[in-house]
């Protein structure tokens, strides 16, 4: 019997996983990069500069994107890649788009670097309707504050004839949000910070809104200011006090050669980062007024220090720093119960530099209280507080060394005086008649 050889057998066998490998490279991704853009408003500018994120699992080969309206296309950007990423950002800008104001459909083309299509790839095409508009957003002020003290707060209602991305208040630059009400205006709380001058303040607040599209307005808002004269200290420091901060905080500092250079590290360098975090920690805020009312002090507590007091520090007959002591002193008990100056909810609890251990509550509205130096939090962050609801115990950490309270307020992350937040009359003139509208 004649035996047949395997051969022929074998050779289909692997034509056939050839014919399978070349078939899964071309069929194994059918879809096209998938596109993402942001803002993804529906308007633009000539200032818009859109982002594209696009994302395939082949890799970008190339995209073209650009404007279609008439049924006509002009590119805006084209770009083809020698290496196939699997994520490619594209930032479309607006400004040598030379549209007129109206509709358009912003079309955008992407390829993937698959085998797809006999080695073209995939190619997926996304036309979105747009509009190109010039026309900046109104603003129409409604309540003005009736006057603003240095160190002090100010509360503007506003208007504005569309949707806007965002708008609030500039203080040199120093943006401080407003928030969308109800009834469809604006509210924006902002601090008078006590390093300026009455005269360069007023010169110095703008109101501003963004639209959709990215058109800005910015015009000077009129505000009455008013000076206010702080606290000058010269203080003397020892060798015993410098031993003591570094003792005592000398993690702050760690590579601080002598006690004296651990001092002037805290209190410069430190200082300044826990500004910064709580700027940072003011943006962490609702939208609508939680609290109700004047605030509320540490009971039976006397004042040890004000806000804004100036202080110089010598040593051996020399001005070595200053610093501004920014909220109020109040000693009580040692261990005292501390309350909730208003209702709110707990947005930071944790060991903040000089600061110690601290509760910051947000209020609403960039409204924010701080309690610190605390031997014991007793809140959680994330938890609702009632006015009077105890949060925490004095104590001495962080830069402290009695038993007290440093309590402070924050207006838009900038700490302001506490003593208006505390005065019923202050917050009805303030802040009831200019928010709510209510009759006095």
Not at 54 to 63: E, F, K, M, N, Y
Not at 88 to 94: A, I
Not at 262 to 281: G, H
């Amino acid at each position: 019997m004649r035996r047949r050889s395997i051969f022929p057998g074998m050779l289909t066998v692997v034509l056939l996983v050839v014919l399978g490998a070349i078939a899964f490279s071309f069929l194994k991704d059918m879809d096209g990069p998938t596109i993402v853009i942001a803002p993804a408003t529906g308007k633009v500018s000539a200032a818009s500069v859109l982002r594209i994120e696009l994302d395939d699992p082949s890799g970008i080969r190339s995209i073209t994107a650009g404007v279609r309206k008439n049924n006509v296309f002009s590119p805006l950007y084209s770009r083809h890649y020698d290496s196939y990423d699997l994520h490619r950002v594209v930032e479309l800008s607006f400004r040598d788009a030379n549209l007129r104001e109206g509709a358009f459909d912003l079309e955008i083309r992407a390829t993937d670097g698959s085998m797809a299509g006999f080695g073209q790839g995939n190619t997926r095409t996304l036309q979105i309707p747009m509009r190109y508009d010039l026309q900046p957003p109104r603003i129409s002020v409604k309540t003005l504050p009736p006057h603003i003290r240095r160190g002090g707060s100010a509360v503007v209602r506003y208007g504005v004839d569309e949707e806007v991305s965002e708008s609030g208040i500039l203080i040199q630059g120093y943006f401080v949000p407003g928030f969308l009400q109800q009834d469809g205006s604006y509210v924006c709380f902002f601090p008078f910070p006590y390093t300026m001058t009455a005269k360069d303040f007023k010169s110095s607040v703008e109101i501003m809104a963004t639209d959709l599209a990215g058109n800005v307005t910015r015009s000077r808002l009129t505000v009455v200011t008013l000076e206010r004269v702080f606290k000058n200290d010269t203080l003397e420091v020892n060798e015993s006090f410098l031993n003591a901060v570094q003792t005592k905080l000398g993690n702050l500092a760690p590579d601080a050669p002598t006690p004296l250079d651990c001092f002037l590290k805290i209190n410069n360098d430190v200082r300044a980062e826990n500004a910064a975090f709580l700027r940072d920690i003011g943006r962490n805020t609702v939208s609508g007024m939680l609290w109700g009312g004047a605030f509320q002090r540490l009971p039976r507590s006397a004042s040890k220090a004000g806000f804004a007091d100036h202080r110089f520090y010598t040593y051996q007959g020399k001005t070595i720093a200053e610093s501004y002591h920014l909220g109020l002193d109040l000693a009580s008990l040692r261990n005292a119960e501390v309350p909730a100056a208003n209702n709110g909810r707990v947005v930071f609890v944790g060991n903040l530099g000089i600061y110690g251990n601290i509760v910051v509550v947000d209020h609403g509205l960039g409204v924010m209280s701080l309690y610190s130096h605390l031997s014991e939090p007793l809140v959680q962050e994330g938890a609702a507080v009632m006015k009077g609801q105890t949060i925490g115990r004095t104590g001495t950490t962080g830069l402290a060394f009695g038993d007290h309270l440093h309590f402070g307020m924050l207006v838009g992350g900038v700490e302001v005086t506490p003593l208006e937040w505390i005065d019923a009359k202050w917050i009805h003139d303030n802040v009831i008649l200019r928010v709510t509208d209510q009759p006095s």
